[in-house]
């Protein structure tokens, strides 16, 4: 099974200041024949279900505000939320799709300083 | 409007028995791979199960492999989730989630609400 590690568990950044959540894997999730990363980004917020803000590590799903963006390759990715604003208060969680069983890293809440 | 909506979430005893529902609207159901993902109170997310769109191919996490049984109706534009000999540990919110492929390796968009299932003596 490949194990998605978040760091960190939680941090709180001041509105209009980067936040920045890091995710690695116990192997690589990127398919050679392809070379694309299979790794997807969550954002869930109290009371409500998860939904996905970016896949293949770095595309923006369509809708979500540019502040939000993926990068990293191979076992190390990072989400980045460049100007936090008060309603991206929430726990982000990380997710692989490049082999059976599907794995989530354990979340990284994210709060107003 | 994707639209997925679960029912069949309640309380029941260890060793009892459930049957989850996913009602699906607003695309072509079977073009796509269809997966349940939990969350026990206060925890983060466990993929459960996924059928691929056709409904050939269905994989489980090992926490639930021969007590839980992935199904489809195409035709119904549901999926099921066939919980047995339950546990106190399978206690979650149960989310039905639609891939963004037909094959089993997917990411998920978008996400019912979920529905509540406590196994509780």
């Known amino acids: 099974d490949i194990v998605m590690t978040q760091s960190p568990d939680s941090l709180a950044v001041f509105l209009g200041e980067r936040a920045t959540i890091n995710c690695k894997s116990s192997?690589?999730?990127?398919?050679?024949?392809?070379?694309?990363?299979?790794l997807a980004w969550y954002q869930q917020k109290p009371g409500h279900p998860p939904k996905l803000l970016i896949n293949?590590?770095?595309t923006r799903k369509s809708g979500v505000p540019d502040r939000f963006s993926g990068s990293g390759s191979g076992t190390n990715f990072t989400l980045t939320v460049s100007s936090l604003q008060a309603e991206d208060v929430a726990v982000y969680y990380c997710?692989?799709?490049?082999?059976?069983?599907?794995?989530f890293g354990g979340g990284t809440r994210v709060e107003i300083k | 409007e994707v639209q997925l909506l679960e029912s069949g979430g309640g309380s029941v005893q260890p060793g009892g028995s459930l049957r989850l529902s996913c009602a699906a609207s607003?695309?072509?159901?079977?073009?796509?791979?269809m997966s349940w993902v939990r969350q026990g109170p206060g925890k983060g997310l466990e993929w459960v199960s996924v059928?691929?769109?056709?409904?050939?191919?269905?994989h489980y996490a090992d926490s639930v492999r021969g007590r839980f049984t992935i199904s489809r109706d195409n035709s119904k534009n549901t999926l099921y989730l066939q919980m047995n000999s339950l546990r106190a540990e399978d206690t979650a919110v149960y989310y039905c989630?639609?891939?963004?492929?037909?094959?089993?390796?997917?990411?998920?968009?978008?996400w019912g609400q979920g529905t509540m299932v406590t196994v509780s003596s």
């Open positions: 989630a639609k891939g963004r492929y037909a094959e089993a390796y997917n990411y998920f968009d978008p």
């Open positions: 192997q690589s999730v990127l398919f050679s024949s392809n070379n694309k990363n299979y």
């Open positions: 059928m691929t769109g056709s409904g050939d191919n269905t």
């Open positions: 293949w590590a770095s």
């Open positions: 997710q692989q799709y490049y082999s059976i069983p599907l794995t």
């Open positions: 607003g695309f072509t159901f079977s073009d796509y791979a």
